[in-house]
T-cell receptor, first 113, second 114 residues
Framework: DVKVTQSSRYLVKRTGEKVFLECVQDMDHENMFWYRQDPGLGLRLIYFSYDVKMKEKGDIPEGYSVSREKKERFSLILESASTNQTSMYLC????????????FGSGTRLTVV | GQNIDQPTEMTATEGAIVQINCTYQTSGFNGLFWYQQHAGEAPTFLSYNVLDGLEEKGRFSSFLSRSKGYSYLLLKELQMKDSASYLCAVRDPTENQAGTALIFGKGTTLSVSS
């Protein structure tokens, strides 16, 4: 069964901490994405990557960075966590042209206190 | 600009039929997707339309009209487990270099009662 795995299901961090959210896929997909999902706002794209070491900003990249050193792993980094980054974070991957669209990870619910 | 609209909430009863509409205005178009998302879980793929017409898959069907920028998801013989959010998403090949980006609507929360 193909999978996108996010390392943590729930996470609580303090304001100002550096936070790493990890995502690993086993489908050899070129494209990986990080979204955050908030009530009433839907899914908003933070960053995506279409190849190793390649990245592009999404709609809301401020306060975030990403790393893709290996094809299967895409990390989201909160440089200095703030309370307005409390959210559900979803990782997704897809092969270019794949008709099923994205495969999502199970999500990480991050609370910044 | 990019915009995808769908109703915020809908309610229905077990055994009924419900239609969830989605309208979109995007710079490009290369397919429309419907996802189901239960509370606290990740979205899961339901359907994909790239040509006009109806795609049927069991109790779920999805329709697309590209000229009208319109799609709907039809759920038949509703069950309590169908209570979830339903996300409409458009693949816009102009959005990123790889042509893979999906633009999501805010989702429609469907509540099914007995």
């Amino acid at each position: 069964d193909v999978k996108v795995t996010q390392s943590s299901r729930y996470l609580v961090k303090r304001t100002g901490e550096k936070v790493f959210l990890e995502c690993v896929q086993d489908m050899d997909h070129e494209n990986m994405f990080w979204y955050r999902q908030d009530p009433g706002l839907g899914l908003r794209l933070i960053y995506f990557s279409y190849d190793v070491k390649m990245k592009e900003k999404g709609d809301i990249p401020e306060g975030y960075s990403v790393s893709r050193e290996k094809k299967e792993r895409f990390s989201l980094i909160l440089e200095s966590a703030s309370t307005n980054q409390t959210s559900m974070y979803l990782c997704a991957s897809t092969e270019t042209g794949q008709v099923n669209g994205y495969t999502f990870g199970s999500g990480t619910r991050l609370t910044v206190v | 600009g990019q915009n995808i609209d769908q109703p915020t909430e809908m309610t229905a009863t077990e055994g009924a039929i419900v239609q969830i509409n989605c309208t979109y205005q995007t710079s490009g178009f290369n397919g429309l997707f419907w996802y189901q998302q239960h509370a606290g879980e990740a979205p899961t793929f339901l359907s994909y339309n790239v040509l006009d017409g109806l795609e049927e898959k069991g109790r779920f069907s999805s329709f697309l009209s590209r000229s009208k920028g319109y799609s709907y998801l039809l759920l038949k013989e509703l069950q309590m487990k169908d209570s979830a959010s339903y996300l409409c998403a458009v693949r816009d090949p102009t959005e990123n270099q790889a042509g893979t980006a999906l633009i999501f609507g805010k989702g429609t929360t469907l509540s099914v009662s007995s």
